[in-house]
């Protein structure tokens, strides 16, 4: 049984890569950044890679930030400031701010790191996991590291096992037996197999670790390459793997399964559909994505609200909610809410119905509206009487809707839509 003090992630920290905008997200990125987007009723996408490393046993901790990056920052003073310097504990936000050159903002991910070499010694850790700051997992980071110190790897990174014929989107891992990475290669158009199965490939996951003496030389010798372009995916891996020893950890063998037939949950939620779909996802029965088991928990920021209400109970304005997920503060008054998933201070009224559609934090919900498969963003006001989610061709004069039908609203769509009519 390992103790305590001799744990891995006591000697390690975790640098979070969390400066991109996400721009697939569309217009639920133009005032923050993607690992700040809201997600599954209460929390922010960033708490999940927090989170991680928190319950891994990690506790110094670097932000990267960059982008529109307000909001991420305010969430993480306000969920995040728990940790203890005396207590050796730390999470430090690091924005872009022009410290090596006044022309210089960070460059790619591998020069982010670089930017902040003072920051990371003074944390006198031996290894560093790098992570990004915008995917929805549940992950043990203290077995990956515990495998990288095993095998004597100069890099281990983090991969998924998806089918062969869905890797193209992905960076993609090359492996022999003992799943050392032979070759890395970026959305290649066939990609390898696995020397157990050729019918999967491994794809990053954008996870890294690495003995921090080893990658800090690396970084520096990046830094004065003229040809590189400073990023980890582009440069830093690839490198390792031309010149040293890079091997595969695989995901399976370290997600946090809550019961043994649990899949190995890991969602990219880059896109509006694929981030609708998340949503609505934890509104199943069984959800594959298990954010009630106390053992592995999500922190986050919790706003002081009262309980969420549900009020009047006549025929056509009762307010009800079936498979569906209701944050605190929620006032459901006389709405019909099925297969949804509500933020904190959602406010609805009477006459109206929201069918498989996920609403921001609040979000005002006027009389008689009805909307389906709808994204509406925070602090909407939807007018009285707005139907979306039926005709198509009319939702997408104003909002923006998705090859799959979903359709993203926000405030100044509605604004647009105001004053043209």
């Not at 460059?107 to 560093?128: E, L």
């Not at 670790?209 to 390459?225: C, G, Q, T, Y």
């Not at 594959?288 to 006549?314: G, Q």
């Not at 139907?387 to 100044?412: C, H, M, N, Y």
Request: overall charge negative; charged content about 25%.
């Amino acid at each position: 049984m390992v103790q305590p003090n001799d744990r891995l992630s006591r000697k390690s920290m975790a640098f979070v890569l969390a400066g991109g905008r996400g721009s697939r997200l569309k217009e639920l990125t133009d005032r923050r950044a993607k690992p700040a987007v809201y997600f599954g009723g209460k929390t922010r996408i960033i708490d999940f890679a927090l989170s991680n490393a928190l319950n891994s046993g990690i506790k110094k901790m670097a932000i990267a930030t960059q982008y529109k990056a307000h909001s991420l920052i305010r969430h993480c003073q306000r969920g995040w400031s728990f940790f203890r310097a005396e207590r050796n504990e730390y999470l430090d936000i690091l924005p872009a701010s022009q410290r090596v050159s006044e022309d210089m903002w960070y460059r790619g991910t591998a020069d982010a790191v670089t930017q902040n070499i003072d920051i990371v010694d003074s944390y006198d850790v031996d290894y560093v996991l790098i992570l990004a700051g915008d995917h929805i997992y549940k992950m043990d980071y203290e077995v990956m590291i515990q495998q990288h110190v095993d095998s004597g790897a100069d890099v281990t990174v983090g991969c998924l096992t998806v089918p062969r014929q869905e890797a193209s989107a992905f960076g993609v891992m090359a492996i022999d037996a003992q799943d050392r990475i032979t070759s890395f290669l970026e959305k290649p158009s066939d990609p390898p197999g696995t020397p157990d199965d050729p019918d999967v490939t491994l794809a990053s996951m954008g996870i890294y670790v690495f003995k921090w003496s080893f990658l800090r030389e690396l970084l520096i010798a990046d830094a004065d390459n003229p040809d590189s372009k400073h990023d980890f995916g582009g440069d830093i891996i690839p490198d390792i793997v031309k010149n040293g020893k890079a091997m595969a950890h695989r995901f399976e063998n370290s997600c946090v399964r809550h019961s043994g037939e649990a899949p190995a949950y890991w969602r990219d939620v880059g896109t509006v559909d694929a981030y609708w779909k998340a949503n609505i996802d934890l509104t199943n029965f069984n959800p594959d994505l298990d954010l009630w088991h106390k053992d592995w928990p999500i922190w986050t920021y919790s706003e002081s609200v009262p309980p969420a209400k549900f009020i009047h109970d006549e025929d056509k304005r009762r307010g009800t909610a079936v498979s569906s997920l209701v944050a605190g503060g929620c006032i459901i008054s006389g709405t019909e809410v099925r297969n949804s998933l509500l933020f904190t201070l959602v406010h609805t009224n009477s006459y109206s119905v929201l069918d498989h559609s996920v609403v921001l934090p609040q979000a005002y919900i006027s009389r008689h509206a009805r909307l389906t498969k709808c994204v509406v963003d925070h602090g909407v006001c939807i007018p009285e009487g707005l139907i979306v989610g039926e005709d198509p061709e009319e939702d997408a004069k104003w909002f923006r809707v998705s090859d799959t039908g979903v359709t993203l609203i926000t405030q100044d769509m509605l604004d647009r839509r105001s004053a043209a009519q």
